[in-house]
C-alpha cells in the first residue's frame, strides 16, 4: 500500500513569488491535513480537507490556502513567498477523524 | 482548549538502559493520545496511541506508553534503547477533530 506521498521534496523560491506544493493521500483516505513544521515554532496546523471541503484552518494569514480535488489528492499554495516562510511542510492523511495520521515526508520549502 | 507539553527538550540516555519520553496533556472530556516519532528529513511515523482501555499501550519498534489519567500523563518509555532510537519524538492528542502536537523531544541514544 503506497504511503502519502509529496511533490516536490525540495523547493527553492524567492521572496514574493508563490508555490504549490501537492500531495497525494493513502488510498481510500478522505481527509488531508497540512502542518507546517520549524525549528522555532514545531509543527503548526494549517488545515484539513475532507471531502473536498476544508473543515479545519489554523491561525494562518490568508496567503495560505488549499484545496482538495474529487481522488482526495491535496495541494496547498502559499503566494506573495516571505522569508519566514521557509519550514518544511508536512502533509498527512487519514481515513476518517477516528483515526491517527499517516504523514508524508514532507517539502522542505526555502525562501530566498 | 487543548494543550500538550513535553517538559524536556532533549533526553540522553546509553544503548540498553530504558528511556522515558515524558508527555502530560490538557484536555476537556477524554483524551485520544498519540505519539510519532521523525527521524531527520522526514514526516513523522505513527508509534502507538491510547484511544481507550488498557492503560498501557504497546507500540511498533518495541516502545509503550502509560496512560496516567490522574497525572494528566502519556509518557513514552522503551525497556531497553537503540542507537537507531535517536530521533524526534512528538506526543500529540485529539480532541473533538483537531490534532495538537507537542514541541517535541530530541531522544539522543549514546553507544
Known amino acids: 500500500k503506497a504511503g502519502v506521498t509529496q511533490t516536490p521534496r525540495y523547493l527553492i523560491k524567492t521572496r514574493g513569488q508563490q508555490v504549490t506544493l501537492s500531495c497525494s493521500p493513502i488510498s481510500g483516505h478522505r481527509s488531508v491535513s497540512w502542518y507546517q513544521q520549524t525549528p522555532g515554532q514545531g509543527l503548526q496546523f494549517l488545515f484539513e480537507?475532507?471531502?473536498?471541503?476544508?473543515?479545519n484552518k489554523g491561525n494562518f494569514p490568508g496567503r495560505f490556502s488549499g484545496r482538495q480535488f474529487s481522488n482526495s489528492r491535496s495541494e496547498m499554495n502559499v503566494s506573495t513567498l516571505e522569508l519566514g516562510d521557509s519550514a518544511l511542510y508536512l502533509c498527512?492523511?487519514?481515513?476518517?477523524?477516528?483515526?491517527?495520521?499517516?504523514f508524508g515526508s514532507g517539502t522542505r520549502l526555502t525562501v530566498v | 482548549a487543548q494543550s500538550v507539553a513535553q517538559p524536556e527538550d532533549q533526553v540522553n540516555v546509553a544503548e540498553g538502559n530504558p528511556l522515558t519520553v515524558k508527555c502530560t496533556y490538557s484536555v476537556s472530556g477524554n483524551p485520544y493520545l498519540f505519539w510519532y516519532v521523525q527521524y531527520p528529513n522526514r514526516g513523522l511515523q505513527f508509534l502507538l496511541k491510547?484511544?481507550?482501555?488498557?492503560?498501557l499501550v504497546k507500540g511498533s519498534y518495541g516502545f509503550e506508553a502509560e496512560f496516567n489519567k490522574s497525572q494528566t500523563s502519556f509518557h513514552l518509555k522503551k525497556p531497553s534503547a537503540l542507537v537507531s532510537d535517536s530521533a524526534l519524538y512528538f506526543c500529540?492528542?485529539?480532541?473533538?477533530?483537531?490534532?495538537?502536537f507537542g514541541p517535541g523531544t530530541r531522544l539522543s541514544v549514546l553507544p
Open positions: 498527512a492523511s487519514r481515513l476518517d477523524s477516528s483515526y491517527g495520521y499517516t
Open positions: 500529540a492528542v485529539r480532541e473533538n477533530q483537531n490534532f495538537v
Open positions: 491510547y484511544i481507550t482501555g488498557d492503560n
Open positions: 480537507y475532507f471531502s473536498e471541503t476544508q473543515r
